[in-house]
């Protein structure tokens, strides 16, 4: 089993940035995707972006050209500029586990408020 814990979310304004990470630990693993979603209130958890073994990267069109993720090693962070109020929601990391079932793994969500 992977754990994952994101972190780096806060209270920001419209137009600033926060840069999230989200590190992966237990024995025995190997990753091959990390991904983010999140969810707004009231709201279905949406995805975000994903990179596929440290190289080719998708980002949902709401966030493309804001956002950017990255990963080095089995740590995922999501850097994320020019934050709107709509971009408000828990932040979830999610990871594709060679050996488990595909992107089962999740952590607990990190909170990004952009006020406006």
């Known amino acids: 089993q992977v754990q994952l814990v994101e972190s780096g979310g806060g209270l920001v304004q419209a137009g600033g940035s926060l840069r999230l990470s989200c590190a992966a630990s237990?024995?025995?693993?190997?990753?091959?995707?990390m991904a983010w979603y999140r969810q707004a209130p009231g709201k279905q958890r949406e995805f975000v972006a994903v990179?596929?073994?440290?190289?080719a990267t998708n980002y949902a069109a709401s966030v493309k050209g804001r956002f950017t993720i990255t990963r080095d090693k089995n740590t995922v962070h999501l850097q994320m500029n020019s934050l709107k109020p709509e971009d408000t929601a828990v932040y979830y990391c999610?990871?594709?586990?060679?050996?488990?079932?595909?992107?089962?793994?999740w952590g607990l969500g990190t909170q990004v408020v952009v006020s406006s």
């Open positions: 999610n990871a594709d586990v060679l050996g488990e079932d595909a992107f089962a793994s």
């Open positions: 990179i596929i073994s440290g190289e």
């Open positions: 237990g024995s025995g693993f190997k990753i091959n995707a």
